[in-house]
T-cell receptor
Framework: GAVVSQHPSWVICKSGTSVKIECRSL??????MFWYRQFPKQSLMLMATSNEGSKATYEQGVEKDKFLINHASLTLSTLTVTSAHPEDSSFYIC????????????FGPGTRLLVL | GDSVTQMEGPVTLSEEAFLTINCTYT??????LFWYVQYPGEGLQLLLKATKADDKGSNKGFEATYRKETTSFHLEKGSVQVSDSAVYFC????????????FGAGTRLAVHP
């Protein structure tokens, strides 16, 4: 089946720095990718929809200047957490819609961010 | 708004035991319902789905029936294996179509030999 990778799998950074997380579709092209955030013992919350060649669409309550999304190619989307603070510590997961007719998304393994 | 509620885990079972993970939802209309599974170190994978009332989704011995009367989509398996140990997420299709999934909090299942 289709594979989506994320890099890094975990990252620790100092407060005030920026962190970039990559999401790649390894064997298919994805004009759309999705970014989710998951707090401990809570649901995955959709943050934004990443669109190749155009601006990302953010969900209500998500700061677009805080979470910069760039869909640089048909296989790569990046999420940059700018001026990170401890409250940004979380598990970030990306996904890409299926291309084989199944109504589903293919998910990356997630990136755990810890801001000190 | 739309929401999904799952039973809290962890659920700990012995091999070959019967599994039920409860899931209820709140939604306008009749959205498609999904169960995703996340094995350690891997991304979420679609386990099964149901697109309309009374549909039964099934895969790998797991089943779930779309019950609109009780707004539920409980996951069941008759005989679990150690390899079923994972986190299970119930989800519904939000108003944005399958691109927009609303997830429950996830239920961790641990199966012991």
């Amino acid at each position: 089946g289709a594979v989506v990778s994320q890099h890094p799998s975990w990252v620790i950074c100092k407060s005030g720095t920026s962190v970039k997380i990559e999401c790649r579709s390894l064997d298919f092209q994805a004009t759309t990718m999705f970014w989710y955030r998951q707090f401990p013992k809570q649901s995955l919350m959709l943050m934004a929809t990443s669109n190749e060649g155009s601006k990302a669409t953010y969900e209500q309550g998500v700061e677009k200047d805080k979470f910069l999304i760039n869909h640089a190619s048909l296989t790569l989307s990046t999420l940059t957490v700018t001026s990170a603070h401890p409250e940004d510590s979380s598990f970030y997961i990306c996904s890409a819609p299926s291309w084989d007719g199944e109504e589903t998304q293919y998910f990356g393994p997630g990136t755990r961010l810890l801001v000190l | 708004g739309d929401s999904v509620t799952q039973m809290e885990g962890p659920v700990t079972l012995s091999e070959e035991a019967f599994l039920t993970i409860n899931c209820t939802y709140t939604a306008t209309g009749y959205p498609s319902l999904f169960w995703y599974v996340q094995y350690p170190g891997e991304g979420l994978q679609l386990l099964l789905k149901a697109t309309k009332a009374d549909d039964k989704g099934s895969n790998k011995g797991f089943e779930a029936t779309y019950r609109k009367e009780t707004t539920s989509f409980h996951l069941e398996k008759g005989s679990v294996q150690v390899s079923d140990s994972a986190v299970y997420f119930c989800a519904l299709e939000g108003s944005g179509g399958y691109n927009k999934l609303i997830f429950g909090a996830g239920t961790r299942l641990a199966v012991h030999p």
